[in-house]
């Protein structure tokens, strides 16, 4: 009975891993494939990394890596900067103010991105920042607004207010109390949070697909236009999707341990 | 104080407050991309879109089916999983990791993988299906077999997301009640059934509810399938508003859909948190 109960278990996490794994694998195979053989990514032996050659001279795939880098890294440290504070407010501070600030960030968090990414487009074209960085930074900022300064209150109110209490009656300000006690001691949280913050900039795609152009292509959009423009080219866009997912992968093996600590509180 | 919230305030105030505003606006008006002159049409546009056949008996269907079906799934999936790793064996943190897997990539990747083993030339599953002796089928050409390959690639995206919050909700658990549900002699289904489940019942009901608000507007996935098709029979709600405003250049129709969809959400995202939390409440 034991022994049919551990047989039972393991064929389930193997069956579980399988399915999570598989397309993963899959994909990374084809990418591996030449052309002639990439119809046939089950049958060949014949394994090559030019595919990944071939994709890294294409000058426009590269500047997307290049911009989808350089614009989740900004929109990680801004987003932080400004949802830290807005989180401590939430958690340290009672009254009216406070409470309409959680009632708007609460009632924001529900409204469906395409509701304002739509008239999105003609703002960023009238104030002249469309197809730029800023012009894509600012609304992923906005994005990140509502659901982070949530997150920040919930993890400073588990943090006890009694240090900054102290701190205040030794004579430091309030801005002191914050920099020098509470922040320290949010460090987890916020490493969690930039992994977190760091990957959905990455991975987002609708407001890169509505706010860019020409001028600013990013890696989601790039992957996508493959499908409609050049759906044929599997083993150039699976070479192009395994490239996309180093970075992710790389961060979140390194990361993975703040994330779990980090959301536990 | 009022420092603290400034910056934040300012972008949001800026960069959602003031295009929802423009939003609305737009979706009073006979805005078209090509014909800029912004006639004022009242609520013309809102009655097009609520008597718009397509929206009525596709589009809604759709988005609330998709909705019910993949946040269900991904939530069982990803509660049993969390079960499955919440106890110590051998290569657990490898099987953890592999798990969660999916958290890394992005939805555009994942809707390309699983468009690429779906392919109903060269697919890997069309192959098994033939090596197996069975018919392959055209996946993406057919509505509900279309269909179903968005649901399973959202389910595969978010369950790792159910199972990392559940995870980690199970391990800070107090002790206590296993132990006094062990010495009541509580089977394993009693013991989930009546202890665990309740324990959990906040971080279920918050999951749930974020997680069906995002199935809601969900956008990517099906771009990147099937575009909405075959014909128009698997779009979504997001879908609908971005193909009238960008596709049909009618930004007016577009704007009119997207404020009839943030309605939608607000009131069922409402609804469905007091519901959830009522039906968790009594099933202890």
Redo the contacts between chains.
């Keep these: 009975m034991s022994l049919l109960r551990r047989g039972l ?1 393991f064929v ?2 193997g069956v ?2 399988f ?3 598989f ?2 694998l ?2 990374g195979l ?1 990418s591996l494939r030449p052309q002639s053989g ?5 049958r060949g032996t014949e394994f090559t990394l030019g595919n990944f050659a071939h994709v890294l001279r294409d000058e426009r795939i590269v500047q997307a890596f290049v911009n989808s880098a350089l614009i989740s890294t900004l929109a990680t440290l801004l987003s932080l ?3 830290v ?2 989180g ?2 939430l958690s340290r ?1 009672r009254g009216v ?1 406070s409470r309409a ?1 959680f009632g ?2 609460y ?14 487009y ?2 960023t074209q009238a104030w002249g920042v469309y197809d730029s960085y800023p012009g894509l930074l ?2 992923h ?2 994005v990140h ?2 659901f982070f ?1 949530w997150l920040m209150k919930g993890f400073f109110d588990a943090i006890d207010p009694s240090m900054e209490h102290a701190a205040l009656l030794d004579g430091c300000t309030r801005w002191g109390a914050f920099l020098r006690v509470a922040l320290p001691a949010a460090v987890p949280a916020i490493a969690a949070l930039s992994v977190l913050c760091w ?1 959905f900039t ?2 987002e ?2 407001f890169a ?2 706010l860019t152009g020409q001028r600013t292509p990013v890696i ?1 959009v790039v ?2 236009q ?3 423009e050049m759906g044929i080219e ?1 083993h150039l ?2 070479a192009t ?1 395994i490239l ?2 180093v970075p ?2 790389i ?3 390194f990361g ?1 341990k703040y ?2 600590r980090g ?2 509180i | ?2 420092l ?2 400034t ?3 300012a ?2 105030l ?7 505003v ?2 609305a606006n ?1 979706s009073f008006r006979d805005w078209t991309l090509y014909d800029p002159k912004k006639t004022w049409v009242g609520l013309a546009h809102y009655g097009a879109v609520l008597t718009d056949r397509a929206f009525l008996t596709i589009v809604l269907p759709n988005t609330f089916v998709f909705m019910a079906v993949s946040v269900g799934a991904s939530l069982v999936l990803g509660l049993a ?1 969390a079960l ?1 790793l919440n106890r110590p ?1 051998r290569g657990q943190k490898v ?1 953890q ?14 809707a ?6 779906f392919n109903d ?2 697919g ?1 599953v069309n ?1 098994v299906l033939e090596g197996l002796g069975f018919e392959g089928q055209p996946w993406m050409a057919q509505r509900w077999t279309a269909f179903s390959v968005i649901v399973l690639t959202d389910v ?1 995206l978010w ?2 997301w159910f199972t ?2 559940l ?2 909700g199970l ?2 658990l107090p002790r206590e009640p296993f132990e006094a549900a062990a010495i009541d002699g509580a089977g394993r289904w009693n013991t989930f059934r009546f202890v665990t489940v309740p324990l959990l019942r906040s971080i279920i009901v918050v999951c749930a509810v974020i997680r069906a ?1 995002d199935a ?2 969900t ?2 996935i099906v ?2 399938l099937t ?1 909405g098709g075959p014909g128009r029979s698997t779009e979504l ?2 879908l609908y ?2 193909v009238y ?2 596709l049909n250049l009618d ?1 007016g129709k ?2 009119a859909a ?2 009839i ?2 309605a939608i ?2 009131v069922v ?1 409402l609804g469905l948190f007091r519901a959830l939390d009522r039906l968790v409440e009594v099933s202890r």
């Design positions: 278990f389930t996490v579980a891993c399915f999570f794994a397309p993963v899959w994909l084809t990439v119809y046939y990514v089950h900067m400004v949802t504070t807005s401590y407010m501070f103010l600030w708007t960030i009632v924001f968090r529900c409204v469906p991105y395409i509701s304002w990414v739509l008239p999105l003609f703002v600012l609304p900022i906005a607004i509502c300064s990957l990455w991975n795609f609708l697909l509505i989601t992957m996508a493959f499908v409609h599997w866009m699976s999707a996309a997912l992710a992968f961060l979140t093996l993975q994330v779990i959301l536990r | 104080m009022l603290l919230i910056p934040a305030a972008i949001l800026l960069f959602q407050v003031v295009p929802i423009i939003g737009a999983l499955l064996f099987v990791t592999i798990l969660l897997m999916p958290l890394m990539v992005a939805p555009v990747i994942a390309i993988m699983l468009r690429w083993m030339q060269f890997i192959v595969w369950t790792p990392l919050l995870l980690a391990q800070s608000i809601f507007r956008f990517d771009w990147t575009g709600f997001s508003a971005y405003a960008f930004f577009g704007s997207a404020m969809g943030a959400i607000l995202g």
